[in-house]
């Protein structure tokens, strides 16, 4: 599914609302644990709200976090390097935010901005700092396996919600 494509339509934007919040609530504290040892704001909750307020103007109900993905929704893992591999993910989507805010074309899209002003607010110097931060702290082959899991987990639990319905 392409996504940036359908956030044009309405449907389409409150299908992005919707992965946005689960994967959120699935992925913050590895998100917000990075943020803070890259002194970074932590800023899942934040942005859970938003998107909250989003669907809430939008008349969307969010989804299930753990909206069929297969594997573990939510790895038990515990390590710095793995989630330093889901910020990347979710740091990064900040930067193609702003792709995706100038195709949500839609009216209703128009009226429900509050996770895209936000997250748009500062992202390059915040994705500068993260990166400058990661280098630093991502260092060994073991390290950047695990980063690179992360990653993948972000990535899969995307793809596996796109790949739903989003109507339970």
Do not use: C, I, Q, S
């Given at each position: 599914?392409?996504?940036?494509?359908?956030?044009?339509?309405?449907?389409?934007y409150r299908r992005f609302l919707r992965v946005?919040?689960?994967?959120?609530?699935?992925?913050?504290?590895?998100?917000?644990a990075t943020a803070r040892a890259a002194d970074l704001a932590a800023r899942s909750e934040t942005l859970l709200g938003l998107i909250e307020v989003d669907l809430a103007a939008t008349a969307?109900?969010?989804?299930?976090?753990?909206l069929g993905v297969v594997g573990p929704v939510r790895?038990?893992?515990?390590d710095a390097p793995f989630g330093a591999g889901v910020a990347y993910a979710l740091e990064g989507s900040s930067l193609g935010?702003?792709?995706?805010?100038?195709?949500a074309t839609d009216a209703e899209a128009k009226r429900s901005t509050a996770y895209f002003d936000t997250v748009l607010t500062g992202r390059r110097d915040r994705w500068h700092r993260y990166c400058t931060w990661l280098d630093n702290a991502v260092r060994t082959d073991e390290d950047?396996?695990?980063?690179?899991?992360?990653a993948k987990a972000v990535f899969t639990y995307v793809n596996g919600c796109l790949r739903q319905p989003l109507d339970r």
């Open positions: 599914m392409e996504v940036a494509a359908d956030v044009a339509a309405a449907d389409g946005m919040h689960a994967t959120l609530a699935n992925f913050g504290a590895e998100l917000d969307t109900p969010a989804v299930d976090p753990g790895p038990n893992v515990a935010a702003e792709v995706l805010r100038r195709r950047r396996r695990a980063a690179a899991r992360g």
